[in-house]
C-alpha cells in the first residue's frame, strides 16, 4: 500500500511540484497545508503517516512543528525541507524529532523513503 | 672770575624754581605742551629772560630741533626773530648740541665771542649775552636740552648748575613715566579690545572664586552684566546648582597645595545661565602667571549647537545604516520568495519530466512547456530585482533615459520633462533617480490618481526635481520609511526634501541638490 503524505509549505507552486513527484514515484499525497496552524488541524484529521514540513513557514519554526507533530498520539514521520541548505539550521536538525531533511529542488521519492525507512 | 658766595637770595631763588618745576611736573599730562610754562618757571624765577626747549629729531636722531621758545615780557619780541628763526641744530654744534654731545650742563659767558655759537649774530642783535643749557636725562639717554638767555653778562654759577642737573634728571623722570604710561595704556587698550571681540567667554576669577573679568561674549552667553556681577561668586552665578560644591572643593583642594586637575585641559561641562537654564560647556582653565594670590582665567564655549549636531549625525548614521540592513533583508525576501521559488519549482518539473520521457512522452513536453514559462518567469523577477538595487541603464544611459523607463512602468500616465544636458555626478543622479522611483511607488499605492507628472530643471548651481500627482493628496513625510530613506540620502549631498500634499489636492515631492 501506498505510503500517506501530508505536505506542508506556504507556496502553492512547490505543494504543486512536490505533489507531483511524489505521486509519480508511487506516495498517495492525502492532503496540503499552507501553516502551521493548518498542518496539525490537518494530521489530527488525515492521520498521515508522513508529513513533509517546510523549515519557514508564515506562523511557525519547522522545527517546533516538528517537535509538536511528535507529541501527537500516533506520530506522524517529519520529512524537514526547505530552499535553504542544511547548512543554515545548524544544531536544530540534529535535535529535532524530524526523521531528516531535503533540500527542494533535491526532492524525489526515493529520498523520502530513505528517509522513512 | 668765578662766584664763590652763594647768597641767600639765590638759594631762595633756586628752591623756588625746584619747586615750580615740581609743581608744574605734578600736575602736567604732556612735556610738550607745557615746555613754555617750564621755560617760564625757571627763567622767571631765576632771572633769565629768554629760553628755549630742544629735543632730537624724530626723523634724524644726528639733529636736534627747537620744540619751545619763550621771552619775558620785559624783552621786546622784534629782536628775538633771528634767533627764533635758528630752529634746528646738528648735535655738538652751538650750545644745545654740545651739551647733548657732552652730557652735562654748559655756560657761556658771552654768546656773541664764542668760538661755537652758530646763532651769535642773531644773539648779538637780540642784546642776550650769557646763557646756560642742561640736558633732560633718562635712563635711555638724553631726552631733550633746556638753554636761558640773560643780556647781562653772568659768571658761571656751579649750584644753579647743579641745581639745573638735579631738576634735568627729574624732568627725565617724568618723561620716562609718562611714556610707560602711554605704553601701557596702548598695550591694555590693544588686550581689552581682542577681549572685547573675542567669540569665546574669557571669565577671570581671583583666588576666592570671584569674578574679576568678564567679556563681552561671557555676558551674552550666561545672560549677565559685567558690572553687575563683578566680585561675586562665579559659582553662584555660572555653575548648575548642583556642581557648585564640587566647584568651591576643586579650588580650595588647588590653592591647599593639591595638583591641578582641570587646569590647562579642555573639558566638558554644564554650565547654567541667568535665568537658571543648563546647557552643555566646553572649558579651558588657565592660572595667570602673576606674582601674589593666584588668579584664574576661564574661556568658555556653547557647545549646544554642537552636540545637537553631534546627535543628529549618530541619528542619520543609524538611520542609514539600518535603511541598509532593512534593505538587504527585503531583497533576501524578494529573491527567496521569488525567484528561488520559482527555480526549486523548476527544477522539479525537469526531473519529473525526465523520469516519464519514456513511458509517457506527452506528459513530459506538458512538464517541460511548463519549465520554460516558469523560466521565463524566473527571469523577469530577478530582472525587477536586479533594477530595484540600481537599474543599469541609470549607469549606461543617464538620467532621462532611466527617469523614462520608470516612468513607462507606472500605472498611471507620467509625464517627463527634463532641462538637463549632460551628465550629473552619480550619486546626484541616484538620489534624483530614487526620489522619483519613491515618488511614483508612493502615487502607485496610495494616491488614486489619474496622472503624474516628473519634471527635472538643472540650474546654475543646483538640480531640481519635482513629482507631482492630481490624486487625493494627504500624504504624511513622518510616516512610510520611504521618503524618511531619502531625506537622509538628499541630506548627504546638503541638498533638500520637501512634500507638499494638501489633503484632497494632490501630492507634490520636491528635492533640491546643490550641483556644480
Known sequence: ?117 | MRATAYETSDAMALLRAEHSVARLLAEANELSTDYPDLLRGIGETLGWQVAAAWETDPDDPSRLIRVAFWHSPEIAAGPLEDLRACSAMPVGHGLPGRVWASGVPAWIVDVTIDPNFPRAEAARAAGLQSAFCFPILTDEGIAGALEFFTPEPRMPDDHLLATMANLGRQIGHFIERARAHTAMHASEARMRAILEAALDCVVTMDEHGCVVEFNPAAERTFGYVRDEIVGKEMAELIVPPRLRELHRRGLQRYLDGGEAVVLNRRIEITGMRADGVEFPVELAITRIPVEGAPMFTGYLRDITERKRAEQELRASRARIVEATDSERRRLERNLHDGAQQRLVALSLSLRLARTRMDEDPAAAADLLEESVAELAGATAELRELARGIHPAVLTDRGLDAALKAVAGRAPVPVEVTSTLTERLPAPVEAAVYFVVAEALTNVARYAEASSASVCIERGDSSVTVEVSDDGMGGADPSTGFGLRGLDDRVATLDGTLEVVSPSGEGTIVRAEIPCV
Open chain 1, 1 to 117: 500500500m501506498a505510503a500517506t503524505v501530508l505536505i506542508v509549505d506556504d507556496h502553492a507552486g512547490f505543494r504543486l511540484s512536490a505533489r507531483r513527484m511524489l505521486e509519480a514515484d508511487g506516495f498517495d499525497v492525502v492532503g496540503e497545508a499552507k501553516d502551521g496552524r493548518e498542518a496539525i488541524e490537518a494530521t489530527v484529521r488525515i492521520r498521515p503517516e508522513i508529513v513533509l514540513l517546510d523549515v519557514y513557514l508564515p506562523d511557525a519554526n519547522g522545527f517546533d512543528l516538528a517537535t509538536e507533530l511528535s507529541a501527537l498520539p500516533e506520530p506522524p514521520a517529519v520529512v524537514l525541507t526547505s530552499s535553504h541548505d542544511s547548512e543554515d539550521f545548524g544544531d536544530c536538525l540534529i535535535a529535532s524529532t524530524a526523521r531528516g531533511f531535503v533540500p527542494k529542488g533535491d526532492l524525489c521519492g526515493s529520498a523520502v523513503a530513505a528517509l522513512v525507512a
